[in-house]
């Protein structure tokens, strides 16, 4: 479970984010949506601890990261952006070294490994080096690298950018099996005919604030409206347009 | 395309996605790996520091280990210095003028020395933290729990490593030259020194966006040994002793006296290991520094 209060992040002179609260509870998948720029990715990077917040509070499974900076980093897996691969290096080989960056020991990490690989269905892709995969195989191998130390929290930067439909939907498969497993997955997009298919409950943010958060029937009810891309406008206001 | 995910359940998989246990995939022995994610591993973690730096440093080798090409560029500025006095010794062969030649030689393969240290590990420096921005992959990395001293320090191992197999095989070349071995101590002059250069260029490296910038700056670090290795030839001031204890000149002279076959003073070097040495931590922490930096992490 991931609690965020009063969250605040500034770079220089520019407020990322200025008061993100919300609750990410377990066997859930929880979307953050927002245009570019509302503050998706810097929330989910100061969660994991990638960044530190400027202010406010993050709690993961109770655990704060001011704690033990170092290990909080153990409760959460991320996909944050998976053209970060190691060219050079194979699946396996990349499983292997974030697993022993997380500290499991030699044998058990074998097991795990294999484990993920069969999960994701990778067999065919293990032996060969990361350069030349396809953006579908990229997300896998990306995947099972923040999968490998079996994370109960799990934080989706855009995951479907860049992939076409079979891959979405297998993207999307994995992620249902993902939370029937009882994992708290925090996801954020912009594209909202995802969000609505995947999405148990959804936190709208708008210029680093949370605007609205519920189910996505219960905000299209708050808001009117009969569509979540209406009322995503309806809270945010941010409906734009294009004169030709 | 991606594929299907595999329907292939291990029965640890089926076990937790029909019990609702909490997540992760498989059992692993009596302890599942949520169980082993989630404890306090606290002691663990600490007593395997080392083998984290191992890690990092063990990732960074094998995979420059298989870029061929930039083993193949530092090979070649690695044994241009044997050939290149090679060669001037062949231009200078007149039997009559041997004795005076030889000084000369001697110096001309210390500044060499000194330039592999900076040119053998400057790919895998480049490839650490800028070629880690380049390709958006110092991201994930920071996402694992390790200090990003440790990271810095495990990249710099690496970097090390290469930077003192270069200096090895340079300083072989020239004793095959030479037709004798140096001392023993040399190594002491070595091993630091590809300390300093890795820890220097980890700290460029940290500044600079992408692989090219990095190249860029990396390669003007390279006027340092050799600057300074020139102006330790040629000018007189550098005849004076405080000079021993200047890192970088200090074991280029150690260096040259070596070669020649003198006797190298112990305390000197020790003393001069231990400047390197603290200048490297300097460079490390300006680096690890650096990397705290959000910049750094969003790659702008």
């Known amino acids: 479970m991931i609690e965020v209060r009063n969250l605040q992040k500034q770079f220089g002179a520019v407020a990322a984010l200025r008061d993100v609260s919300f609750l990410a509870p377990d066997s859930a998948i929880t979307g953050l949506l927002g245009a570019n720029g509302a503050g998706k990715s810097t929330t989910l990077r100061t969660i994991c601890g990638v960044l530190k917040p400027g202010g406010g509070e993050i709690r993961i499974d109770g655990a704060s990261p001011a704690d033990d900076p170092v290990l909080f980093k153990r409760r959460v897996g991320g996909l944050l952006d998976h ?8 699946p396996r080989e990349i499983f292997t070294f974030s697993g022993r960056l997380h500290g499991i020991p030699s044998r058990q990490l074998r097991e795990r490994v294999e ?12 032996g060969r080096r990361t350069a030349g995969f396809s953006q579908g195989e990229r997300m896998k191998t990306a995947l099972g690298r923040a999968l490998v130390h079996s994370p109960k929290n799990l934080l989706l930067d855009e995951p479907t950018n860049g992939l076409d439909v079979p891959s979405v939907r297998a993207l999307r498969l994995l992620l249902e099996r993902t939370r029937a497993a009882g994992a708290c997955i925090v996801f954020s997009s912009h594209v909202l005919e995802e969000v609505r298919a995947l999405c148990d409950r959804v936190v709208v943010l708008a210029q680093g604030r949370v605007v609205a958060e ?14 979540l891309e209406d009322a995503f406008v309806a809270f945010t206001g941010t409906a734009e347009v294009l004169s030709c | 395309m991606l594929s299907t995910p595999s329907q292939k359940l291990t029965d640890g998989m089926r076990r937790h996605l029909l019990t609702g246990r909490p997540w992760g995939p498989a059992p692993i022995g009596a302890t599942t790996v949520r169980e082993w994610s989630s404890r306090d591993t606290r002691p ?42 090679w060669l001037v010794s062949l231009a200078l062969r007149d039997p009559g003028r041997q004795g005076e030649s030889q000084p000369v030689l ?50 710099g191992l690496a970097v090390a490593a290469f930077s003192l197999a270069a200096l090895t095989v340079n300083v072989l070349g020239f004793a095959v030259l030479l037709a004798r071995m140096p001392p023993w101590h040399i190594a002491l002059c070595l ?30 670090l390279i006027f340092l040994p050799m600057g300074l290795g020139m102006f330790m030839v040629f000018s007189p001031v550098a005849g004076r002793v405080w000079w021993n ?21 112990i305390w000197r070097l020790l003393f001069l290991t231990l400047a390197t040495v603290f200048l490297a931590g300097l460079a490390l922490a300006a680096a690890a520094h650096r990397l705290e930096r959000d910049d750094v992490v969003y790659g702008g």
């Open chain 1, 83 to 90: 053209a970060g691969l190691y060219s050079r290096l194979t």
């Open chain 1, 115 to 126: 484990e993920v690989i069969a999960f994701l269905g990778m067999q065919p892709l293990t």
């Open chain 1, 214 to 227: 519920g189910a996505p029937a219960e905000l299209c009810r708050r808001a009117g409206v009969r569509t």
């Open chain 2, 44 to 85: 663990y973690l600490r007593n395997h520091v080392l083998s984290q730096l191992v890690t990092i440093a063990g990732r960074e080798m094998t995979d420059n280990w298989r870029d061929r090409r930039g083993l193949l560029s530092a090979a070649v500025y690695t044994l241009m210095g044997p050939a290149v006095v």
């Open chain 2, 106 to 155: 001697i110096a001309m393969m210390s500044v060499f020395t000194m330039v592999s240290a900076f040119i053998g590990g400057m790919n895998v420096a480049m490839d650490s933290i800028a070629g880690e921005r380049e390709r958006r992959s110092l991201l994930p990395l920071l996402m694992h729990p390790v200090t990003r001293l440790d990271l810095l320090l495990g990249k």
């Open chain 2, 191 to 220: 091993v630091p020194l590809s300390l300093l250069a890795a820890a220097l260029q980890i700290w460029i490296s940290t500044v600079c966006r992408g692989i090219k910038e990095a190249n860029t700056y990396l390669s003007m």
């Open chain 2, 245 to 265: 204890y200047v890192p970088v000149a200090g074991q280029q002279l150690q260096l040259e006296a070596g070669l020649r076959g003198g006797e190298l003073d």
